[in-house]
């Protein structure tokens, strides 16, 4: 990095508030990379079930309810054939940080890559007719902005803090990004391929919406946020409310991990306990965790067992009360981890900010 830009970084040190704010941030996410190593199930349950809660949030915060459930049934991978408008660009969050994480964590984060997050944020390869089924990428030349994700690296080279570099990144982001219906969106899903890119967890950042919302506090909604964000004015209150919401978006992650661990193992110790032959059941708990609602085909293909057996191993959890039968019907029955939604749903201590 040059001398020129290494001073500008300068400008850069926080003050002992911000510090603190990072400090407590970084706290949070060391939390998650410990629960990571210490629960083999984190990582199915966080690129799954918790994916699928903080998208589906999101999706409500900025108008455009969707249903949870909805989402659990799709799988990590969701690919339905009809869509709703706020379903498909939940899922175009999810399918789009996915394709993210595919690249190679070595190299800089191209511009066409920038671009083809802008094109799929919304899904448009799911719309239901013809005049939704795509969005253009921007028009000439990458936006300036879409530089920042390759400068990442080399300001962290300099001695930038990772989390403040993802937040002048994301600034830089709104600020000079393209004028684009989702450009918000695709920022957020943004940082979380560049977390990734830097060593840190997605996970810490799926609730990033929201955080920023508690953080800046009653006179700012998203959209205000965002606004004064563009407007260039008070870098130290943008790091502060990023930092801010990242402890508040990882505090969510690690209690809700903490809690899905603890219902699994409880769940895990009865199975081992009143089920004759664990070893299937058990496979079956932890298909749950990943899929808190599946159906008999989903199953038998996971287990890779025959769907008569998928009928018999569910019937086993379902005796002990740990899943239940949500469909009512014969045919097409579907089974759901209930205790599990619930901890998406917020059962757990909301963390403080």
């Known amino acids: 990095m040059s001398e020129q830009a290494s001073s500008k970084l300068e400008k850069f040190k926080l003050d002992p508030a911000s510090g603190r704010r990072l400090a407590l941030a970084a706290e949070r996410i060391g939390e998650l990379r410990l629960l990571d190593r210490l629960w083999p199930l984190w990582r199915a349950f966080a690129e799954g079930p918790w994916r699928a809660r903080c998208f589906a949030a999101d999706a409500t915060l900025r108008g455009r309810p969707v249903e949870l459930k909805e989402l659990l049934v799709l799988g990590p991978t969701p690919r339905p054939n009809r869509p709703n408008l706020a379903t498909r660009w939940a899922i175009g969050q999810m399918l789009t940080l996915a394709r993210l994480q595919e690249e190679d964590p070595g190299r800089p984060m191209g511009l066409h ?46 001695g930038l803090a990772p989390l403040v570099a993802i937040a002048l990144a994301l600034a830089a982001w709104e600020r000079e990004g393209p004028n684009h219906n989702h450009r918000s969106a695709a920022g957020r899903v943004l940082v979380m391929g560049l977390a990734t890119r830097l060593g840190l967890p997605a996970e810490a950042f799926n609730a990033l919406a929201a955080g920023m919302v508690r953080a800046a506090g009653d006179d700012y909604d998203l959209t205000a946020i965002i606004k004064r964000l563009r407007s260039g004015r008070g870098w130290r ?39 004759r032959a664990p070893r299937h059941p058990l496979r079956l708990l932890e298909l749950f965790i990943a899929r808190p609602v599946v159906d008999l085909p989903t199953i038998a293909k996971q287990l890779q067992v025959t769907q008569r057996t998928a009928g018999l191993l569910a019937k086993k959890l379902l005796n002990l009360g740990l899943i239940e039968e949500i469909t009512g019907q014969r045919r097409g029955r579907r089974y759901a981890y209930s205790q599990l939604i619930e901890i998406l749903n917020g059962n757990p201590p909301q963390p403080e900010a």
């Open 237 to 275: 209150w943008w790091l502060g409310v990023f930092m801010t919401a990242t402890q508040y978006s990882a505090s969510l992650a690690l209690e809700a991990g903490l809690a899905a661990r603890e219902l699994h193992q409880d769940h895990k110790d009865l199975v081992l306990t009143w089920v």
């Open 113 to 158: 890559t920038v671009a083809e997050v802008l094109k799929n944020i919304d899904a448009p390869q799911m719309a239901r007719r013809a005049g939704l089924s795509a969005l253009e990428s921007p028009a000439g030349d990458p936006p300036p902005a879409a530089a920042v994700w390759s400068l990442c690296h080399r300001w962290v080279e300099a």
